[in-house]
Each structure stands twice: as C-alpha cells, then as structure tokens.
C-alpha cells in the first residue's frame, strides 16, 4: 500500500521500524529548499549531513529526482521503483538506514560520528564556487520513530496515515553531484627515477620522498595537497616546504600543506579533498585509509573492512 489507494491497516507496518525519523524532515527541509536555490542560480552545491541514520529522508529526495534510477535501475520513479526502495529498506541488498557510498551525490559516511565538518572542509578546498554546509538534527523525543506502536496501535496509525497522505512531492536533481562519482583524475607525478641515489651512500628515505612530494605538489597544486597532525618535519618531509607553505586560512595564497594536531579531523579533510578534486572513488580510498587508521584505531579498521566488503559485493556485479 505504499500510495495509499486504501487506508493504512496494521498489514502495512513493517514489524520493525528503523530510519531514525527525526532528523528526517529537517534533512528533506534543507533538500528541498537548496534544490530551488540550484534551479534559480545554477550554483555548484554540495549537501553534506552530519551524523545521524536519517537516510529515509534523502533516499526519498534521491527517488524523487529520479537520482536514484541513473545508478540503480531497480529504484526507477515509478510504483515499481518505489516498492523496491521501500520494502528492501534496511535489509540485506537494499539501502541501509545511514547514508553510505553507493548513494549518489554521497562523499561521506553518516553512520560514524564526528567527520561531517572535516569531510565538509575538505571538499571546499581548491573548490572555491562550491557551497558546503552542515545541520543538526532535533530533539531525543522525535529522534527516530515517534509513533512506535504504528503496527498495533489505531492512535498511532491515524496520524501516520494523515501525515503521509499531507505530501506534495517536489523533484530537482542534487544528487547528480557530478563531482562525487565522475572518474578518477591521474596526477601530474615526476619520475622517481630522477630522483634515486647512489649506492653505498648514506641517504634519508623519506628525505627524498619529500623531494618527491614536493615537485608533484609543484604540478598539481589544485588538486594535491598534505594533510598532517603537525609531523611534516619529524618525519623528514620538509623538503616540501621548498615547493609549498603550511596552509594558514587567512591567507588566501596558503600552501597545500594542511597542518593540525588531530589525525581523525586530517583524515576527514583527506577524504572530502580527495573526492571532490581527484575524484577518487571510496573503494580506493577505504583500501589506503586502513593502513593508517589499523595503528590508531582498531575499531576504525573493524568498521573500514567491514565497508570494503560491502564495496567489492557492489564492484562484482558492476
């Protein structure tokens, strides 16, 4: 009954309810309205969402712009499309009740908490026309269903029948980001070669690696950048510096080397730049990530393989 031809019976209530209802309508709220600023100027945006499993609510704007069907078919914006969306919510091959990397327009993970800003900052950067932002979501009342007794109860299923029959569907295109899903752009990269030693010398690897890093900035500086928790120069690397600067951010001709002692926000900034300026897929970028965070963070490495997993079931039947 997902167009309601009859009155909502309790038959029509999934026996768990998931989504996390009240982050939704502020989600589809701020959808909506930066879909109609798109369609008055033709500004570049990027909607980035903070925590929270409020996936229902852009799923459904996704649907709605038939965003969906340009990389799922069976979500096409008729009945069908709808039905599929609907009733594989949350279950295994469908949708899960957080934004994740196979929604379109979607550079971040909403499920962990804490990476919205960073991954919203990173993007921005060498994107000077995109417009970021960020939202939070509303009271522990209406956090995720508040009409929990939908399925057994006639008070709570009359109001949700009242409210659902209330939508006018608007449709515009946010999800069609192209930045968050063209194909990966090569780097500009000097020949290593160039820059190997003699042997039965005495040399510093990652000296040379700084040489190295240092004239690939040189020819990519829009679209290559450093992102360290303040150890560029312990680590050797500030042959770098002789290319580049440190980032400071009032001024507006700072360096690519992004400095700042929080590896978990440095990590955030990586992935939103490396998205939107190289458009590297997420597949690469869990697999290069997992490296690092494996010595930091043992659960991080946990959830990445459990991400990964879920990316090479997609790459296979791509």
Request: proline share 5%; aromatic share 10%.
């Given at each position: 009954?997902i167009?309601?031809?009859?009155?909502?019976?309790?038959?029509?209530?999934?026996?768990?309810?998931?989504g996390?209802?009240?982050t939704?309508?502020?989600?589809?709220?701020?959808?909506?309205h930066?879909?109609?600023?798109?369609?008055d100027?033709?500004?570049?945006?990027?909607?980035?969402?903070?925590p929270?499993?409020?996936?229902?609510?852009?799923?459904a704007?996704?649907?709605?712009?038939?965003?969906?069907s340009?990389?799922?078919p069976?979500?096409?914006?008729?009945?069908?499309?709808?039905?599929?969306?609907?009733?594989?919510?949350?279950i295994?091959?469908?949708?899960p009740?957080?934004i994740?990397?196979?929604?379109?327009?979607?550079?971040?993970?909403?499920?962990?908490?804490?990476?919205?800003l960073?991954?919203?900052?990173?993007?921005?950067?060498?994107?000077?026309?995109?417009?970021?932002?960020?939202?939070?979501?509303g009271?522990?009342?209406?956090?995720?269903?508040?009409?929990?007794?939908a399925?057994?109860d006639?008070r709570?299923?009359?109001?949700?029948?009242?409210?659902?029959?209330?939508?006018?569907?608007?449709?515009?295109?946010?999800?069609?980001?192209?930045?968050?899903?063209?194909?990966?752009?090569?780097?500009?990269v000097?020949?290593?070669?160039?820059?190997?030693?003699?042997?039965?010398?005495?040399?510093?690897?990652?000296?040379?690696v700084?040489?190295?890093?240092?004239?690939?900035?040189?020819?990519?500086?829009?679209?290559?950048?450093?992102?360290s928790?303040?150890?560029?120069?312990?680590?050797?690397?500030?042959?770098?510096?002789?290319?580049?600067?440190?980032?400071?951010?009032w001024d507006?001709?700072?360096?690519c080397?992004?400095?700042i002692?929080?590896?978990y926000?440095?990590?955030?900034?990586?992935?939103?730049?490396?998205?939107?300026?190289?458009?590297?897929?997420?597949?690469?970028?869990?697999?290069?990530?997992?490296h690092?965070?494996?010595?930091?963070?043992?659960?991080?490495?946990?959830?990445?393989h459990?991400?990964?997993s879920?990316?090479?079931?997609?790459?296979?039947?791509v």
């Open positions: 009954n167009l309601l031809k009859h009155n909502l019976t309790f038959d029509n209530i999934k026996p768990c309810l998931l996390h209802w009240g939704c309508p502020g989600l589809v709220l701020i959808y909506v930066l879909n109609k600023i798109i369609c100027t033709g500004v570049e945006m990027l909607y980035v969402i903070g929270g499993h409020g996936a229902p609510g852009v799923l704007c996704l649907w709605l712009e038939d965003s969906l340009t990389f799922w069976k979500y096409s914006r008729n009945y069908e499309g709808l039905f599929n969306l609907i009733t594989t919510f949350s295994p091959g469908g949708f009740s957080h994740n990397a196979q929604t379109p327009g979607a550079i971040h993970e909403v499920g962990e908490l804490g990476y919205a960073s991954v919203a900052f990173g993007a921005a950067m060498d994107n000077p026309d995109l417009i970021d932002g960020n939202i939070i979501e009271s522990f009342q209406s956090h995720q269903v508040p009409l929990p007794k399925k057994s006639e709570h299923l009359r109001p949700l029948d009242v409210w659902l029959k209330s939508y006018n569907p608007m449709t515009r295109k946010l999800g069609w980001k192209r930045e968050s899903y063209k194909a990966y752009i090569p780097l500009d000097p020949d290593w070669r160039l820059l190997t030693v003699r042997k039965v010398t005495q040399e510093r690897c990652m000296k040379h700084g040489k190295f890093l240092g004239e690939a900035i040189a020819s990519n500086s829009k679209t290559l950048r450093i992102f928790p303040d150890g560029l120069v312990s680590n050797k690397l500030n042959a770098v510096l002789k290319c580049t600067s440190r980032n400071f951010q507006m001709s700072g360096g080397v992004i400095e002692l929080s590896k926000t440095c990590q955030g900034m990586l992935q939103g730049y490396i998205m939107l300026c190289n458009n590297t897929s997420r597949f690469d970028f869990v697999i290069a990530a997992i690092g965070g494996s010595r930091v963070n043992p659960k991080v490495t946990v959830n990445m459990i991400e990964i879920a990316l090479r079931h997609k790459t296979k039947k």
